[in-house]
């Protein structure tokens, strides 16, 4: 399998890209094609031993930055790493492309160059989110902003075939992103895409608030218009941002300090007044500050790993020709190998066939009545 790495997409880039993709080569066993400047490309990769991987690079110098018009870039840079990296896709001289550049021209790149899958009107972005009960898959998370009700039922379709084939769901539950859970709640949007949703053969459960998204165990596929899913999906992360480091700041600053020395006085005045002051004193230390350091330390940690977004690799272009992965801009080398990673399980279950296969099925849909 080969899969074709934007070596210069992201804020650190080419390092994190070259380093993921090696790492990704020697774990996974794929090929890997790193696009961009072929001379900063080969200097980078020349600082890592790459004895027995398939690595190559194909010379792309033109770059799209972050602040361009994606479509404008796409069209006019076709030498840049994202539109060469497409063609070889659509050429068949690779099964996927990974990029954790300006995602909006990884968008456009994937549609003008690789197309859209046969009765797919709109590829969607479908991203994973950590719940409280394992994982949750919300589409779209950014792809579209004007969205019709037929969209969010196909991206329903192709998203629920993603949980299946690709987290190994057996039927996933499929709920719709709204401000309360009755049939009537939500925009015109969200109604007449309730009705189409009823209507299908998909294992719809209704809708979903954003409150009981994560929380809750309601669905495992969230489907939302591009605008509302992207709000979604960057509040759901600040929040995690916010939990992580206030705990950290619990539990490092100097009040911490104080805490533990008021708490002492207690303990104290416990072991003073008591008959076993040597039996009283073990217990308050293994069962106060000793106990709490202990659980609490490694909880945090856990914590801290179930809810960073290194772990899930990048997010699915849905609906495209091709497998195409849009990566976080600030992945480090874990992010990108595992980006690679998900690409690679995407090719491996014939995800794109699937697709192809099902989204005729919303065709013709009508509402209950």
């Known amino acids: 399998m080969r899969i074709v790495l934007d070596a210069v997409g992201g804020d650190h880039a080419p390092v994190a890209p070259v380093a993921g993709a090696v790492e990704a080569a020697r774990a996974l066993g ?17 600082q890592h031993n790459t ?26 840079k076709k030498r840049s790493s994202i539109a060469v990296g497409m063609r070889l896709v659509r050429d068949g001289e690779a099964d996927a492309f990974v990029s954790a550049g300006n995602s909006g021209a990884v968008m456009a ?43 969010l039922v196909q991206w329903a379709r192709m998203t629920s075939l ?22 009537s709640k939500g ?35 969230i489907i939302a218009d591009g605008f509302v899913g992207n709000l979604f999906l960057k509040g759901a992360e600040a929040v995690a941002k916010f939990a992580i480091k206030k705990i950290q700041r619990e539990l490092s600053g100097p009040g911490v300090l104080l805490r533990a020395l008021a708490g002492l006085v207690p303990t104290a005045l416990l072991v003073a007044t008591s008959k076993h002051k040597g039996r009283v004193l073990l217990a308050s230390l293994i069962g106060g500050p000793a106990l709490l350091g202990a659980v609490l330390a490694p909880a945090v940690v856990r914590m801290a790993k179930t ?5 899930y690799g990048g997010a699915p272009l849905l609906g495209v020709n091709g497998v195409a992965i849009i990566a976080h801009g600030k992945s ?21 066939a699937a697709i192809e296969s099902g989204v005729a099925e919303t065709k013709n849909l009508e509402p209950r009545t």
Not at 125 to 146: C, E, H, S, Y
Not at 162 to 183: K, S
Not at 307 to 311: E, K, P, S
């Open 30 to 46: 794929v090929e890997i094609v790193l696009v961009g400047p072929a001379d900063q490309v080969q200097a980078e990769l020349a």
């Open 109 to 151: 790149g994937a549609v003008f160059v690789l197309g859209r899958i046969p009765g797919v009107e709109r590829p969607c972005l479908a991203t994973v989110f950590p719940a409280l009960k394992g994982t949750i898959t919300v589409a779209d998370v950014g792809a579209n902003t004007d969205s019709k009700p037929e969209y």
């Open 51 to 76: 004895t027995g991987l398939s690595i190559s690079v194909v010379d792309a110098p033109e770059m799209i930055e972050m602040d361009e018009h994606p479509v404008q870039a796409v069209r006019r």
């Open 187 to 221: 925009d015109k949007l969200v109604q007449d895409a309730h009705a189409l949703l009823k209507n299908s053969d998909l294992n719809f459960v209704g809708n979903a608030e954003p409150k009981d998204a994560l929380v809750g165990d309601t669905a495992d596929v």
């Open 332 to 352: 480090d080398p874990e992010a990108i190998a595992n980006a690679i990673r998900r690409a690679k399980e995407m090719v491996d279950r014939g995800l794109v």
């Open 307 to 311: 809810l960073d977004y290194r772990a």
């Open 162 to 183: 993603y949980a299946q084939l690709v987290q190994g769901i057996t039927r996933p539950r499929v709920a719709l992103l709204a401000n309360g859970e009755e049939d």
